[in-house]
């Protein structure tokens, strides 16, 4: 996959380094050129320019990118600004950096894909999202296994937990399921949450909305993820 990073602070920094070990196309982009020498080697392609310019932005390969991440971090009114140049540019899939509540209900009136809080997520747990098809959260438990949320893969649907065996086919545990509920506010707006239904029971009935709590060695997780 192709992805620009917008900001090689700590957080985007990491995040960019980890994607391109894993073999995908990274566009790192700051206006300091001091970190852009300084990752030059550590990520696919760095860049210095500034990413709330217009005619700078529209000369990436916006159609080739996958993920655009806005990571700028210490100038709030930069990141706003950015990110939506990007949303005008319609990209594929744009996520953007939260500095503070206001600043995320801002990103939101943007319309961008999903918000990033980097106090509180790693840039580690982001990398796994990003890579693997399916995976809605993850946990990690040192650097060989983890706790991941997971998408039900379609062909399992409308099978029971028990059916599907992910223990024997790919050595992983099952710990809970997740299902989306529809919840009305007092004003009788329509939300959705997603409600844990607790320990998987063997009879458990699947639904193409449920996500899988599973756990169990990386190379395991992502061989169920690539099934699909």
Request: hydrophobic letters at 40%; a negative charge.
């Given at each position: 996959?192709?992805?620009?990073?917008?900001?090689?602070g700590?957080?985007g920094?990491?995040?960019?380094?980890?994607?391109t070990?894993?073999?995908?196309?990274?566009?790192?982009?700051?206006?300091?050129?001091?970190?852009v020498?300084?990752?030059?080697?550590?990520?696919?392609?760095?860049?210095?320019?500034?990413?709330?310019?217009?005619?700078?932005?529209?000369?990436?390969?916006?159609?080739?990118?996958?993920?655009?991440?806005?990571?700028?971090?210490?100038?709030?009114?930069?990141?706003?600004?950015?990110?939506?140049?990007?949303?005008?540019?319609?990209?594929?899939?744009?996520?953007?950096?939260?500095?503070?509540?206001?600043?995320?209900?801002?990103?939101?009136?943007?319309?961008?894909?999903?918000?990033?809080?980097?106090?509180?997520?790693?840039?580690?747990?982001?990398?796994?999202?990003?890579?693997?098809?399916?995976?809605?959260?993850?946990?990690?438990?040192?650097?060989?296994?983890?706790?991941?949320?997971?998408?039900?893969?379609?062909?399992?649907?409308?099978?029971?937990?028990?059916?599907?065996?992910?223990?024997?086919?790919?050595?992983?545990?099952?710990?809970?399921?997740?299902?989306?509920?529809?919840?009305?506010?007092?004003?009788?707006?329509?939300?959705?949450?997603?409600?844990i239904?607790?320990?998987?029971?063997?009879?458990?009935?699947?639904?193409?909305?449920?996500?899988?709590?599973?756990?169990?060695?990386?190379?395991?997780?992502?061989?169920?993820?690539?099934?699909?």
């Amino acid at each position: 996959m192709k992805y620009i990073i917008v900001g090689l602070g700590s957080f985007g920094a990491f995040l960019g380094q980890r994607l391109t070990a894993q073999g995908h196309e990274v566009i790192g982009i700051d206006t300091s050129m001091s970190r852009v020498e300084n990752y030059k080697e550590k990520i696919s392609h760095t860049i210095q320019m500034d990413a709330t310019d217009e005619y700078t932005v529209a000369g990436l390969p916006l159609k080739d990118t996958d993920v655009v991440i806005i990571a700028i971090g210490e100038d709030q009114g930069a990141n706003v600004m950015a990110t939506a140049l990007f949303k005008n540019f319609n990209v594929k899939r744009l996520i953007s950096r939260s500095i503070n509540p206001l600043h995320e209900k801002v990103l939101q009136a943007i319309g961008v894909d999903e918000i990033v809080h980097p106090e509180e997520e790693t840039a580690e747990r982001w990398a796994k999202k990003l890579c693997f098809t399916g995976v809605v959260d993850s946990f990690e438990l040192g650097d060989d296994y983890s706790v991941v949320e997971v998408n039900l893969p379609k062909h399992y649907e409308g099978k029971i937990t028990r059916a599907i065996d992910l223990r024997e086919r790919y050595n992983l545990l099952v710990l809970a399921t997740i299902s989306k509920t529809e919840i009305k506010s007092t004003i009788g707006k329509s939300r959705n949450i997603n409600k844990i239904k607790g320990v998987t029971n063997p009879d458990d009935l699947l639904d193409l909305d449920a996500i899988l709590v599973v756990y169990g060695l990386n190379k395991d997780i992502k061989k169920l993820l690539l099934e699909e």
